[in-house]
């Protein structure tokens, strides 16, 4: 497979807009759904209780509901977990969530008096409980904002020295472009967001940083070494350089992910799907929105060291290529 891809010289630029096309869409499907719902984030975020449990004969769900909102705790969510005898129960109403603010485990003692009432101590196991309180879920959330802000933040000063600041302003594009595209697909596939699955974004924001980071590096390479090259021809040549690193590295990357999605588990594969999402996301920005956005900021600021005396001379002496600025037309 590696020979099919060796010394390719695909023109992957020439399709940005229709790339462009298809990540507004998808953009907007998003944003329609966010307006229809808002996203769904989990107990550590809202505060509330989920309790998962186990229980030695198959249970009824409607009956199990209808003894827990007997019992004062209503609007529970009751998931089947794994099989008809494990169940995870998510309380999350305000009402319930209140509760907790006079103790953390209050609503997640209640759930357990009920089951054990119901079906007997020794019929029903709890295998794990969360219990947070709403002022916990409010700085963890705030904690997690904090974290995504400073990824961006500290990425972003590392390009710009690295670099310059036309490759880390693409770069950066590129990926609020996915840290977006996942809050879509995490909307659309009903994901609950988790601290797990914001480990997951972080992972993906990184992820994407370093392969966006690889092309751009071959790019710095060739601007130096083919001074003739339009950059349109240039950021091509690049990602033809780096395609069979790409296809090893987010084949080996894909494989391991989809094991986790198979073989994970209920509580692993939001993370799992998260970084199937990401690898995925993370290709497509490096190719559709850094490149463009590079030429795109090369066109408007058009630099003044010899690299733009380069794609001047460039446009010149090949006019039956395009140039960098009538590329992206």
Request: proline share 3%.
């Amino acid at each position: 497979m590696l020979r099919i891809f060796k010394d390719t010289s695909y023109d992957f630029i020439r399709w940005w807009k229709w790339a462009a096309g298809l990540t507004i869409a998808f953009l907007l499907i998003g944003f329609a759904s966010y307006l229809r719902a808002p996203i769904n984030y989990s107990i550590e975020f809202t505060g509330g209780t989920l309790m998962q449990t186990e229980f030695r004969q198959p249970v009824n769900v409607a009956d199990l509901r209808s003894r827990l909102s007997a019992a004062g705790v209503t609007g529970a969510e009751i998931q089947e977990f794994g099989s008809s005898r494990e169940f995870a129960i998510r309380a999350q109403q305000p009402r319930l969530v209140a509760t907790q603010t006079a103790g953390a485990a209050t609503v997640a003692e209640q759930i357990q008096q009920v089951l054990n009432s119901t079906y007997g101590a020794g019929n029903v196991r709890v295998v794990r409980t969360e219990a947070v309180s709403p002022r916990v879920g409010d700085e963890l959330r705030e904690g997690a904002l904090i974290a995504m802000i400073l990824s961006f933040f500290i990425t972003l000063i590392y390009l710009a020295i690295r670099f310059e600041w036309r490759f880390g302003a693409a770069a950066v594009v590129a990926t609020a472009h996915d840290f977006v595209a996942t809050l879509v697909f995490l909307k659309l596939m009903h994901l609950e967001v988790s601290l797990m699955v914001v480990a997951g974004l972080l992972t993906v924001i990184g992820y994407s940083m370093n392969d966006t980071v690889i092309i751009f590096d071959r790019v710095r390479e060739n601007l130096h070494k083919r001074r003739n090259e339009s950059l349109h021809d240039t950021l091509n040549r690049s990602i033809n350089e780096t395609l069979p690193r790409s296809i090893i590295t987010h084949a080996l990357s894909l494989s391991s992910v989809i094991a986790l999605i198979v073989l994970g588990g209920e509580v692993i594969r939001p993370f799992a799907l998260v970084m199937a999402f990401g690898i995925f996301t993370g290709t497509f920005s490096s190719m559709y929105v850094a490149a463009p956005i590079l030429i795109w900021i090369e066109k408007k600021w058009p630099r003044k060291t010899s690299v733009s005396q380069v794609s001047s001379t460039a446009t010149r002496t090949s006019q039956t290529r395009r140039s960098p600025v009538t590329a992206t037309r």
